[in-house]
């Protein structure tokens, strides 16, 4: 059985608090914690910047997944490899130049992966898949948490899955939006190997380690 990752999102964490927020999710056997940055541009709201990655960095040794929601994001680069990412994430609508985007992003040693909104084809990562340290399948249009699974995005984890096996390439499929003990099953059966999960662990009246140990009872085995 592989070890599935579990990345939360701390979108969804009280944000006064939040050093707190990712120390309880390192404790309770977080693998990654996710960090949405949102420009108000491609998406309709507005979240953190680099100083926010470093103020994480600072308290967890988790490696830090940064989900770039913003116009040209290779301006930015630089400042949130240097903030303390591990993995930088980009939208391929927000790139002209994918390909020289991603390389810009392992030239800084830092992880690189492309996201793909609900309606964005797996076609878009064809010529640069060899590149690739993660995918990150969005199963929520982007800009907000708590927002209802969309299943049509099933067919695409496993297209994904396809994908990258021809070539051999060995990247995290992640799957991010609405995930929760009912569609992390479905999701890990397609092919996904690392969940991102705002709500239902930040959120969740049980509490954030019981959360995450629901999670992955729900994935055992599928
Ligand atoms: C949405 C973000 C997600 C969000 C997921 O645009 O990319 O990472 O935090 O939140 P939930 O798990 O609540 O859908
Ligand atoms: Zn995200």
Redesign the pocket.
Same mark, same amino acid.
């Given at each position: 059985m592989k070890k599935i990752q579990i990345a939360p999102?701390i979108? +969804?964490a009280d944000m006064a608090a939040l050093g707190d927020a990712v120390e309880k999710a390192e404790a309770g056997g977080a693998d990654m914690i996710?960090v !949405?940055v949102?420009d108000g541009h491609f998406?309709p709201n507005l979240t953190f910047g680099p100083i926010i990655i470093e103020a994480v960095r600072e308290v967890t040794s988790l490696p830090v997944y940064v989900?770039l929601?913003m116009e040209a994001p290779e301006r930015y680069l630089t400042a949130f490899a240097d903030a303390g990412a591990d993995y930088l994430i980009v939208h391929p609508e927000t790139c002209p130049h994918l390909h020289r985007t991603l390389q810009q992003i392992s030239d800084l040693d830092v992880g690189a992966g492309v996201a793909l909104n609900p309606a964005t084809s797996e076609e878009t990562l064809r010529y640069v898949v060899s590149m690739l340290d993660v995918v990150l399948v969005?199963s929520?249009?982007?800009?907000?948490?708590?927002?209802a699974f969309l299943p049509e995005v099933l067919p695409k984890i496993r297209a994904v899955r396809q994908m990258l096996v021809e070539v051999e390439r060995e990247a995290f499929i992640s799957v !991010?939006?609405?995930? !929760?003990v009912k569609t992390a099953p479905k999701v890990v059966a397609a092919g996904a190997d690392l969940l991102?999960?705002?709500? +239902?662990i930040f959120?969740a009246e049980m509490g954030v380690a019981a959360a995450i140990a629901a999670i992955r009872e729900a994935v055992e085995g599928s």
């Open positions: 999102s979108l +969804a996710h !949405d949102m998406v989900h929601m969005m929520v249009n982007p800009g907000f948490g708590g927002q !991010d939006g609405g995930v !929760d991102v999960i705002g709500s +239902a959120k």
